[in-house]
């Protein structure tokens, strides 16, 4: 179940309900005249069924930021509901519910965001994979799989390619660019450090080109 708030201006509030109207998978369709403020107008609020939300919400969309306010979107884990049971019997299968994209591409944009904090993850990624490797360790490979960061960016890129949007595709490329650079030069010297000063397990000295007796 989806909760959706959305500020409409007063003279939009109409086309709003007749859109949640038209759905079946509206429930508890609310108004609140005159509470919304800067800018001022309603507030409508209703609950989505799952199966509905998706094609709710990009109605909302398409009516465009003039003909309605923000539109926030809140997961709600349970709801009980007499009406909804009864109103999505026949929409019930075995199949999967498709997610909501527009949720999805809000959470991507979110998560593309790359601060001084997602290079030092991948530094720290490289060097204990390099570890992992040294002392032959396959925790520790798993390890750098679950700290990486990288998967938000390629997510980012991914979803600028599909809306043929440059500039979060440039953003992501750059961002894995500089973070897997940054990773293989400090790992290398990392990894250089181990060699010079003999601490290289004998199981991995042949990585240095050294075979053990």
Same mark, same amino acid.
């Given at each position: ?11 939009? %509030? ?7 109207? %038209? ?12 509470? *919304?403020?800067?800018? #001022?107008? #309603?507030?409508?609020?209703? #609950?989505?069924?799952?199966?509905? !939300?998706? *094609? ?10 003039? @003909? ?19 109103? &999505?019997? /026949?929409?019930?299968? #075995?199949?999967? &519910? ?8 809000? %959470? ?10 997602? =290079? ?17 360790? @396959? ?14 960016? &390629?997510?980012? *890129? !991914? ?8 500039? /979060? ?10 973070? =897997? ?5 400090? %790992?290398? &010297? ?8 003999? @601490? *290289? ?13």
């Amino acid at each position: 179940m989806y909760h959706v708030r959305v500020s409409s201006p007063l003279e939009s %509030t109409p086309h709003i309900l007749e859109v949640l109207g %038209t759905s079946s998978g509206a429930l508890n369709v609310t108004v609140h005249p005159g509470s *919304a403020r800067y800018p #001022d107008g #309603d507030v409508v609020e209703c #609950d989505l069924v799952p199966e509905a !939300a998706s *094609a709710v919400i990009h109605q909302l969309r398409e009516l465009g930021p003039r @003909q309605r306010g923000p539109i926030s979107v809140d997961r709600t884990e349970m709801a009980v509901i007499r009406s909804h049971r009864e109103m &999505i019997r /026949p929409m019930v299968s #075995d199949r999967e &519910i498709a997610p909501v994209w527009e949720v999805v591409d809000a %959470t991507i944009r979110a998560n593309a965001a790359y601060p001084f904090s997602f =290079f030092l993850l991948l530094v720290a990624a490289g060097l204990i994979a390099a570890v992992g490797i040294l002392t032959n360790s @396959q925790i520790l490979i798993v390890a750098t799989m679950v700290l990486g960061p990288e998967y938000s960016a &390629i997510l980012g *890129a !991914a979803l600028g390619i599909t809306q043929h949007n440059v500039r /979060p595709v440039k953003r992501g490329l750059v961002a894995l660019g500089i973070g =897997f650079g940054a990773a293989v030069v400090i %790992t290398w &010297i990392f990894s250089s450090v181990i060699r010079w000063t003999g @601490q *290289a397990p004998a199981t991995t000295s042949w990585a240095f080109g050294r075979c053990p007796t």
